[in-house]
């Protein structure tokens, strides 16, 4: 059965930077635009970059110029560069691989 595993969140404070790493055992993954999400605490999940097999990226509004996205396909994994991080960034980051293929989440907390 296909995984994504996430790594690389944690505490930081603000100003701070984080890299998101996300490691999967599929075959597929190189074909499918994925990316990552985030979903507050009592919010919906929301998009936060994504990235096509050709390497065309989009970002959420309030990621754009702070975040980067990337991915290896040789390797398999996806990462997310996240520099100048604020509170309003804490939540669970997810992976998202193609269809209906999720990571498990990773917390971020970006707090004083």
């Known amino acids: 059965q296909v995984q994504l595993v996430e790594s690389g969140g944690g505490l930081v404070q603000p100003g701070g930077s984080l890299r998101l790493s996300c490691a999967t055992s599929?075959?597929?993954?190189?074909?499918?635009?994925i990316g990552w999400y985030r979903q507050a605490p009592g919010k919906q999940r929301e998009l936060v970059a994504q990235?096509?097999?050709?390497?065309?990226?989009n970002y959420a509004a309030s990621a754009k110029g702070r975040f980067t996205i990337s991915r290896d396909n040789a390797k398999k994994t996806m990462y997310l560069q996240m520099n100048s991080l604020k509170p309003e960034d804490t939540g669970v980051y997810y992976c998202?691989?193609?269809?209906?293929?999720w990571g498990q989440g990773i917390q971020v907390t970006v707090s004083p």
């Open positions: 998202y691989g193609g269809p209906g293929l």
């Open positions: 990235i096509t097999p050709a390497g065309s990226t």
């Open positions: 599929g075959s597929s993954f190189s074909i499918y635009v």
